[in-house]
């Protein structure tokens, strides 16, 4: 019983998982961050497109 819970002390394997789970979670977060930044301006771009497109359509296409 003791040899196991001296075995048990001893084992870093956990807590390596749980620092690689940490920087998934960071480096997650940043991504998200960062897409949803170039996702606004990829929508803006997208809106004046739209908006310089409005008029040049020919009849019937609206």
Same mark, same amino acid.
């Given at each position: 019983? /003791? &040899?196991?819970?001296?075995? /048990?002390?001893? *084992?870093?394997?956990?807590?390596? +998982?749980?620092?690689?789970?940490?920087?998934?979670?960071?480096?997650?977060?940043?991504?998200?961050?960062?897409?949803?930044?170039?996702?606004? =301006?990829? +929508? =803006?771009? /997208? *809106? !004046?497109?739209?908006? &310089? !497109? =409005?008029?040049? =359509?020919?009849?019937? !296409?609206?």
């Amino acid at each position: 019983m /003791f &040899n196991n819970l001296t075995r /048990f002390a001893t *084992d870093e394997q956990g807590a390596t +998982a749980v620092e690689y789970g940490l920087i998934a979670a960071l480096v997650s977060v940043a991504c998200v961050a960062a897409l949803g930044s170039v996702g606004s =301006a990829v +929508a =803006a771009v /997208f *809106d !004046l497109v739209q908006s &310089n !497109l =409005a008029g040049t =359509a020919p009849a019937g !296409l609206d």
